[in-house]
């Protein structure tokens, strides 16, 4: 049955996955090999000239690693993928493919600590200059394209604020540019929205993240909407080696079989630990796409699918009274990442994002006593009942400070 007309549901649990091409095996097997036979001379030719699609070595292509890029291709809506040794690693061979010198990129703030810095940094020493703007603000985005624009980057739901991205609009604006708009979609992930759908061209994973979510692989990927696109990225990634090894590959992909229950019972933990930080008073505020709050509360019902499970706050007592809660919980581990089963407590300023200039912290969003609480499938009452015992510790210090 062809799986372009499933539910999301059903292409996670059998997309990429033809039983009947491995002696019927119901899980993909692991191709634990470097490099395969050709059965005549003739044959290896054809395939190092492009003439045949058999298979070389595994920097340039593995069946398992296939699987998983079907899956997620299909899951995207994209016309294929490629996996990648880290998020990062897929954000570099999107960056490396599709700009050259002189070019100009608009990217979204606030991104991913490393993903500014190779913008800014890296990129910006090969003669690629970004303009920087709000993630929320599009008629900004609109103003910063140039002639020599050559892709507009963005992040939504944006890591660590929650600030989101008008995809259509913006796909709108990237259309008329002509400049492809490229998406990491790590945080909503292609069960809550699927940017190719209203418009993108190229979407990047960190599947270290929510398509993985056991907090035991790293890994990238990125999703072209056109096989020229993906074209270019695939050389890219092969000159480059920035390959998936097929250990990995059957990891992530064995996570993303129960992705729609894990995404929607973390989600479901999130809406409530939310509304509950919400209305507390040692909370000053939080943003979460799913609270009424949000600034852009009705474009995420329009475009996602489910707010997610990140929720940013700062609380009253400010960075101190932040660092003194990750301290505290005991349930909720104290550590970077997201989207795992796992509840997870960090400090941007200092932690995901501390490598971003103080000043630009600051200009995109993220104060000083921003905390991110990234939420797992725990059961919610003891989630709930870690942070009010952690507030609890925070009364007792700032009571014993003021004495
Ligand atoms: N894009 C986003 C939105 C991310 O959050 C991350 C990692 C990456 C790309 C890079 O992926 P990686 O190379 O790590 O697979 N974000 C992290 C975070 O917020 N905490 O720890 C890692």
Not at 316 to 334: F, H, K, S
Not at 344 to 350: D, G, Q, R, Y
């Amino acid at each position: 049955m062809s799986g372009s007309h499933q539910g999301r549901n059903s292409k996670a649990v059998h997309a990429g996955l033809d039983p009947m091409q491995h002696r019927g095996a119901v899980s993909v097997p692991i191709y634990q090999c470097s490099t395969f036979m050709f059965p005549t001379a003739e044959e290896g030719a054809a395939r190092f000239e492009g003439a045949s699609d058999g298979l070389i070595y595994t920097r340039l292509g593995n069946p398992t690693v296939q699987a998983l890029e079907e899956c997620v291709a299909s899951l995207e809506g994209g016309c294929g993928a490629i996996g990648a040794a880290t998020g990062m690693a897929a954000i570099a061979t999107t960056f490396l493919a599709l700009l050259r010198q002189g070019d100009h990129v608009v990217a979204t703030h606030p991104l991913y600590g490393p993903t500014h810095g190779l913008l800014e940094g890296r990129l910006g020493r090969l003669g690629i200059t970004s303009t920087w703007v709000g993630a929320a603000d599009t008629e900004a985005i609109r103003a910063a394209v140039r002639p020599e624009t050559r892709m507009i980057y963005v992040e939504t739901p944006a890591n660590p604020t929650m600030d989101l991205v008008d995809l259509a609009a913006v796909a709108a604006i990237a259309r008329e540019a002509g400049a492809p708009l490229v998406v990491d979609n790590t945080f909503a992930g292609p069960h809550l929205q699927r940017p190719i759908e209203l418009g993108a061209d190229v979407v990047v994973h960190s599947m270290t993240k929510s398509l993985n979510g056991h907090a035991d692989v790293v890994a990238g990927i990125t999703v072209a909407r056109d096989p020229e696109t993906l074209r270019t990225l695939r050389d890219t990634a092969k000159a480059l080696g920035t390959t998936m090894d097929p250990h990995q590959a059957w990891l992530v992909l064995r996570g993303i079989r129960t992705l729609g229950m894990r995404v929607e019972r973390a989600q479901a933990n999130a809406a409530l630990l939310a509304v509950w930080l919400e209305s507390h008073p040692a909370v000053a505020w939080v943003r979460y796409p799913g609270l009424p709050s949000h600034p852009q509360f009705e474009l995420a019902l329009r475009q996602m699918d489910g707010p997610g499970s990140v929720i940013a706050f700062e609380l009253a007592g400010g960075v101190e009274a932040g660092r003194q809660l990750m301290n505290a919980v005991r349930l909720i581990t104290l550590a970077v990442s997201l989207g795992g089963v796992e509840s997870l407590i960090e400090h941007p300023a200092s932690m995901t994002h501390s490598k971003v200039a103080p000043a630009d912290q600051l200009a995109h969003g993220i104060t000083p006593g921003l905390v991110r609480l990234a939420v797992g499938c725990e059961d919610v009452e003891d989630l709930r009942a870690d942070l009010e015992h952690a507030f609890a510790a925070l009364e007792i210090g700032a009571a014993a400070a003021s004495r």
